[in-house]
């Protein structure tokens, strides 16, 4: 009996020791881990580190707390872990020198209306299939090309009159303005522009406008940390049907393109689409990436993505004229002499080095995008000496890339000279991101960039923005509105005819 009890003893024995071992070998690795991980305030149980975060600034709370724990940080929101990427090199690093581990997207609030769908929140091959397609078949309706620059032009002319209209008394530049840009990503995709009182294109442009906003307010935010408790939040809801609403628009003007759809003669995007769509149907595949709901979402995609960050760039530029009236004029000054009164075309953008100096540092200043659409690692990754896991959520902080003190000479400052050599000649910087970096860099880049050349050069040959009777230049608020970008607080400007341009 008492050879049984000792044996049963042993077994226990045994039994303890190695359940004691494997809990000091788990404990070890995951410290070790722990030890790898980039550093970052100890978090709260449940709520991470959210009382350390202002959400209607979360950029400028990551970028303070860059200055404590370094360029490579981790920080809880809610119970969500997240690794931030600070500075120039290190967002560079990981984006491009590291693009496919950090080349997913993750954003909850408008992955479940997209399923998975589109260019934007999509992940994996359905992502690659739909971003080479919309590369390849943008730039055949011109993007970046003559036939966009001409489009561009025709558009600008448009949104002349209504400034004119105005003659010289303070308005609101926010819906011409995006009503103007979206045309130019709508005639790229449909074929056909719309008119500026269309009650359809209005709501859809709008909707699509207030999206942006709504994806960044605290409350949408918060579900993103807490699904589950903020489900039926009224931003997230409000964001729900304005997507649904446009996406039933969307299907709506596929519907009457496919009435008079010519595999022969493609007007557009769209059109471009439904002829590999039928291709591949013709040769018996069925089940392909090309299907109506990746259709939507991509035009879904493009549309959002076409209007808001350009329009909003163009306003913070009028602004920024408005409120320093020297720098206008030396824009204006250059135009006159290297351009007179004809429309301005893309060539002239080199020798318009001044013009060209003072869009950039408009882009880097006014920072529409603080934070790039978080990104996810698709694989485990060591990054600088730290270990993240796969499926991490990464926020690259643009906003740290664009007042990088050790990258800027006045990060906090209007400045073109940012831009601009001793000789008073153009010049890159490495820390210019606007539109991102890598596998993830807009798909538009080349668009908006030819975009916010025409418009913002037409428009200063013709007119002088001033603020309206009664405000000083050093009145004009440049606090921007929050939401996922930084737009212009509301504000009215006044766009005065100059004098001695006279028309070809």
Not at 130 to 152: P, Q, V
Not at 437 to 452: K, N, T, W
Not at 467 to 493: C, N, Q, Y
Request: hydrophobic fraction near 40%; charge should be neutral; charged fraction near 25%.
């Amino acid at each position: 009996m008492l050879m049984l009890e000792d044996l049963f003893l042993s077994y226990v024995t045994v039994a303890l020791m190695l359940v004691l071992m494997c809990i000091l070998v788990s404990l070890f690795f995951r410290s070790k881990d722990k030890r790898r991980e980039p550093p970052g305030p100890q978090p709260l149980p449940l709520l991470g580190n959210l009382l350390q975060m202002d959400l209607k600034r979360l950029d400028r709370s990551l970028v303070d707390l860059s200055k404590k724990y370094g360029s490579v940080f981790t920080v809880h929101l809610g119970p969500q872990k997240v690794v931030v990427l600070a500075g120039y090199k290190t967002v560079k690093q990981a984006l491009v020198n590291h693009a496919v581990e950090f080349g997913e997207r993750r954003i909850p609030c408008l992955h479940d209306f997209t399923l998975g769908k589109g260019i934007f929140f999509a992940n994996g091959e359905s992502w690659k299939e739909m971003r080479r397609f919309a590369l390849s078949n943008l730039k055949d309706f011109g993007m970046g090309r003559k036939a966009a620059e001409d489009k561009i032009i025709e558009e600008i002319q448009y949104l002349i009159e209504v400034f004119e209209r105005h003659e010289g008394q303070p308005f609101s530049t926010g819906q011409p303005m995006n009503y103007a840009v979206s045309n130019i990503i709508c005639s790229i995709v449909y074929g056909s522009r719309f008119e500026y009182r269309d009650k359809d294109f209005k709501l859809m442009v709008d909707r699509a406008n207030e999206n942006i906003q709504l994806a960044g307010s605290p409350s949408v935010l918060l579900f993103d940390m807490y699904p589950g408790i903020f489900h039926w939040a009224s931003n997230r809801m409000r964001l729900k049907r304005n997507v649904f609403e446009n996406h039933k628009r969307i299907k709506q003007l596929i519907g009457h393109l496919q009435e008079t759809f010519n595999v022969e003669m493609c007007r557009g995007f769209v059109d471009s689409f439904l002829a590999q769509k039928k291709k591949l149907e013709d040769s018996g595949i069925t089940d392909s990436y090309y299907n109506i709901e990746n259709l939507v979402s991509t035009v879904g995609n493009l549309f959002s993505g076409g209007t808001d960050t350009t329009s909003s760039t163009l306003r913070w530029g009028l602004l920024l004229m408005a409120k320093y009236p020297r720098i206008q004029y030396q824009v204006q000054e250059e135009l006159s002499r290297v351009v007179g009164s004809r429309q301005v075309r893309v060539e002239d953008r080199r020798n318009l080095p001044y013009t060209d100096a003072v869009i950039h540092e408009t882009q880097r200043l006014a920072n529409v995008v603080p934070l790039a659409i978080p990104h996810k690692t698709s694989q485990d990754v060591t990054f600088q000496g730290f270990f993240i896991k796969g499926g991490t959520t990464v926020f690259p902080l643009l906003t740290s890339v664009h007042h990088d003190e050790s990258e800027w000479e006045s990060p906090n400052s209007f400045n073109p000279s940012h831009f601009l050599d001793t000789e008073g000649k153009f010049i890159r910087r490495d820390a210019f991101m606007p539109f991102s970096a890598g596998r993830r860099a807009c798909p538009g880049e080349s668009l908006a960039r030819m975009e916010l050349f025409l418009f913002f050069t037409s428009l200063l040959q013709l007119f002088r923005f001033t603020p309206p009777p009664g405000v000083k230049e050093d009145d004009l608020d440049l606090t921007p509105v929050v939401g996922f970008t930084l737009t212009p607080s509301p504000h009215e400007l006044c766009a005065v005819s100059r004098e001695g341009i006279q028309n070809e």
